[in-house]
């Protein structure tokens, strides 16, 4: 199961208290996969059966309606659900979708404005949008949170709920449809919390913590990785000049103690200027390692250009 299908499965048991978010919620679905005609009355369709069973119940809660639940195939041979009333719409649920309105408000973008006063109704709204057109990406990968809005002043009211809950919202189009979407993790992380899928927001913030574990492992890997590769660049280097001294005159041409740094050096390639510097005798510093071997490097230099 994606993790998408998980926190749609999380959202369709949370259950509203209040008839306020009840109905906000129920209106939420209906501005994304229902439809309203006098001579049919409110039918919701979806492929997620479970939005639509809770549908039902909320149905049921607010106006004691008894509601039909049927199966198809689609185009794409895959199973479509429809809800609808038992009997003709009540006038209360009429009432309260403003079905005489419906159709207007919904092309203008302003139908969920009056289910939403109160913020407990917008997140109610928002948990019913993104049963019923939204999805979100697997956060083991990358962040994305969407809800397919079917206009464009429909995208800007879904936005703009998203903006009143203080989480910062965009709006593409794709094909025939407007996409509301959130990318930044801590918005996508309140969002889930705020519609309600509590378990999901603690999946994210576990899977959020193991990508930035992750990630700075990574970065400590790769800085590791370039040192060590600076170090074994510069000891090759090192070493070809000490050789290339002990072909010119021997290495006991030099002088200082430089003699002891060169041979250890071509005797330990791969350790580091401390390493080299605790085997000398007495011990030296790091700083007076690498001095001797720039000196060492000035020789060679020197004799390169004899």
């Known amino acids: ?75 794409r041979n895959a199973d479509f659900f429809t809800l609808t009333p038992e009997a003709e719409d009540p006038d209360e649920l009429k009432e309260a979708l403003q079905a005489e309105n419906f159709t207007a408000l919904m092309a203008e973008g302003r139908f969920l404005s009056s289910f939403t006063k109160k913020n407990c109704c917008v997140r109610a709204a928002l948990r019913g949008a993104f049963l019923a057109a939204g999805t979100l990406s697997n956060p083991d990968r990358f962040y994305h949170f969407e809800i397919v809005c079917r206009t464009k002043p429909g995208a800007e009211e879904t936005a703009g709920l998203i903006e009143r809950l203080g989480i910062h919202a965009r709006i593409i189009k794709r094909k025939a449809s407007f996409v509301v979407y959130v990318k930044d993790s801590d918005g996508i992380s309140d969002l889930l919390g705020y519609m309600g899928a509590s378990r999901g927001m603690l999946e994210m913030e576990n899977a959020r913590i193991i990508r930035q574990t992750r990630g700075n492992v990574n970065r400590k890997v790769n800085c590791e990785t370039a040192n060590i590769n600076k170090t074994a660049n510069a000891s090759a280097r090192q070493i070809e000049d000490i050789l290339f001294i002990e072909e010119k005159t021997g290495l006991e041409f030099l002088p200082n103690g430089l003699d002891e740094t060169a041979r250890l050096r071509i005797k330990y390639p791969e350790y580091s200027l401390q390493e080299l510097g605790q085997l000398h005798s007495p011990p030296i510093s790091k700083s007076g390692v690498n001095h001797r071997l720039a000196k060492i490097s000035g020789i060679a230099e020197s004799l390169k250009s004899e």
């Open 1 to 75: 199961m994606s993790f998408s299908s998980t926190i749609k499965d999380e959202l369709a048991e949370a259950a509203d208290s209040r008839d306020h978010c009840r109905l906000a919620f129920l209106a939420a679905v209906t501005a994304f996969i229902g439809r309203y005609a006098e001579n049919t009355g409110f039918v919701w369709s979806s492929e997620n059966l479970k939005v639509l069973e809770t549908v039902r119940k909320v149905l049921k809660k607010l106006f004691g309606a008894e509601s039909v639940l049927l199966s198809e195939k689609n185009s």
